[in-house]
């Protein structure tokens, strides 16, 4: 089987250059033509970033060193919760940290995806919360209202969103305990992927970091277990890792552990949704 892997020499140039082509291509981008290009961060400050001086002053943002300067577009700045005006410029380094987005997302999926149900409940319940968000911030009005990025024409990720929790909900039909069909690789790399593409294409990347914190357990439990494994020369931190399985070792059967990640699932894109409204 070909992974989609940090080490792989393909998928992070290959995942690079679609985060280039999304925030670079601008509004000549076929999906953007006829959008409001005066009201689009490809042209000037959203109104998520903008500290108005007295009176009405030209619009300025704040950076990360903290001065107060006047910005032409976007494209580069990372939003970070709990701050209206504050944005983090990444410079050329936003294309790799683009890639890692998608490339950790694509990953930290395939690792879920060890019981029946699991990774597609998981991916079913993100990507509502990012058909939610997606729609958010493809308007100007609540984009303004809740201090986020504008993206126009993210709506139409709203329906890709929906389409895709709908998808996961219709297999898991048939991949709820015990499993008649298995997505494997095949399946869970392109979930990952595609929730990692929406999470950048519409500048929420924290959102998919929040909402799935249970991808990014898996992911910190395998690191983990790798880590102390080498130190203490084979030594276990878990009684197996990814985390759903030293559930299983401790005698928890996996439909308890499955619903319960679920659960967790579901309260933290309750809280994703909650911090793109706390700033």
């Not at 290009?37 to 042209?43: C, G, I, T, V």
């Not at 294309?95 to 997302?105: I, M, N, Q, T």
């Amino acid at each position: 089987s070909y992974e989609c892997t940090l080490s792989n020499h393909i998928a992070i140039p290959g995942a690079a250059l679609l985060v280039w082509y999304l925030h670079a291509a601008g509004p000549e981008q076929p999906f953007l033509r006829g959008a409001n290009l005066e009201a689009s961060p490809w042209k000037a400050p959203p109104a998520a970033l903008v500290d108005r001086g007295p009176g009405g002053a030209p619009p300025t943002t704040i950076g990360p060193t903290d001065v107060v300067h006047t910005r032409a577009d976007h494209r580069t700045d990372l939003q970070l919760p709990f701050f209206k005006h504050f944005c983090l410029d990444l410079g050329l380094l936003f294309l790799f940290f683009g890639a890692l987005v998608v490339v950790g997302s694509s990953n930290a999926v395939n690792l879920t995806d060890g019981l029946d149900g699991l990774a597609t409940g998981c991916v079913a319940i993100v990507g509502i919360t990012f058909a939610v968000v997606t729609y958010l911030v493809g308007r100007a009005d609540t984009a303004d209202y809740l201090y986020v990025f504008h993206v126009p024409g993210a709506g139409e990720l709203t329906v890709f969103c929906a389409a895709l929790a709908g998808a996961c909900l219709g297999f898991l039909w048939f991949n709820a305990f015990p499993a008649t069909v298995f997505m494997g690789d095949t399946g869970s790399l392109a979930l990952g992927g595609a929730l990692g593409l929406v999470a950048v294409a519409s500048r929420a990347e924290f959102v998919l970091l929040v909402a799935g914190g249970i991808f990014v357990v898996e992911v910190v439990s395998v690191l983990l277990q790798r880590r102390y494994f080498r130190m203490t020369g084979g030594g276990r931190l878990f009684l197996c890792a990814p985390l759903h399985h030293h559930y299983q070792f401790k005698g928890q059967h996996e439909v308890k552990v499955t619903v319960r990640f679920w659960i967790v699932t579901i309260l933290l894109s309750l809280l994703a949704l909650a911090l793109f409204k706390l700033r």
